[in-house]
């Protein structure tokens, strides 16, 4: 992994932007509000982890610090999609940040899923607009179809607490490749594809734009992701999930997944 910097040939000092000014248009902080262990998530709302600690917040929905078990750490909510995901980890560069996981919702590609279930992603596809300009030069062939992967010992840290904690609950724990869209409506038709071509289990809007900038920028990072939706058994984000689903999906959110996140960042 490379030193932690945002890249020369992005030529910010050229057009007078400074990593100050960029912590503070993206962020809203001043950079040393940021802790060097980040857990990063699209959309879903800071208080999943209330039930396991201290949740304080810096700037009101966007940045919270975190106290858990004598450390403290910053969350950070980035808003849905790669382009917004992906900003958030370019900026934390100009951070204390030195390791990121990533959690959020993603949908369930093989009939056995169920929603609820947890899934960490080995590598992730790239479907996104946003990846194709983390390269010097966009080639021809584009982006589409190149993986992204989190970093190999974070990532066997956050397996092995899943691993561990998935089994004690009796909890589904997927690992494997997904696959990272722009589109909602647009991704039905393809998943047979994505799935049989490309052999993904999941799909959804952020990882491989995420990954592929945290390596760019030098900061480890993974992912534990949670089934919303498993449409190949017509249970999608617009219609056929049940209430019950629902309410165990959030359990499953708010007492293990929080927890297995900070037990990690936790562990050295």
Not at 31 to 45: G, Q, R, S
Not at 48 to 55: D, K, S, T
Not at 115 to 144: A, H
Request: charged letters at 20%.
């Amino acid at each position: 992994m490379s030193k932690k910097a945002l890249p020369d040939f992005f030529q910010l000092d050229h057009f007078n932007i400074s990593p100050l000014d960029i912590v503070r248009c993206y962020l809203h902080c001043e950079p040393e509000k940021i802790h060097p262990k980040v857990i990063l998530m699209p959309n879903w709302k800071a208080d999943i982890f209330g039930e396991q600690c201290e949740v304080q917040p810096i700037v009101e929905g966007i940045l919270y610090a975190i106290h858990y078990k004598g450390q403290a750490f910053s969350l950070i909510r980035s808003g849905i999609g790669a382009p917004q995901t992906g900003e958030i980890v370019l900026a934390l560069a100009c951070t204390p940040c030195k390791e990121i996981i990533f959690t959020g919702s993603i949908g369930g590609l093989l009939p056995g899923m169920s929603i609820g279930d947890l899934l960490l992603p080995t590598q992730s596809i790239s479907g996104d607009g946003f990846s194709r300009f983390l390269e010097p030069k966009i080639n021809p062939p584009d982006m589409y179809g190149c993986p992204a992967h989190p970093d190999e010992n974070l990532r066997n840290r956050l397996q092995r607490m899943a691993s561990d904690a998935c089994q004690l609950a009796q909890i589904p724990l997927h690992m494997g490749t997904v696959f990272s869209t722009d589109s909602i409506l647009s991704q039905f038709f393809r998943l047979e594809e994505w799935v049989n071509h490309l052999g993904c289990i999941g799909v959804e809007m952020e990882t491989a734009a995420a990954f592929r900038a945290s390596n760019l920028v030098g900061i480890r990072m993974a992912a534990l992701l949670q089934l919303s939706d498993v449409p190949v058994i017509g249970k999608s984000v617009f219609n056929g999930r049940s209430s019950g689903e629902e309410i165990r999906r959030r359990e499953i959110r708010f007492t293990i997944l929080s927890r297995i996140i900070l037990d990690t960042l936790v562990e050295t």
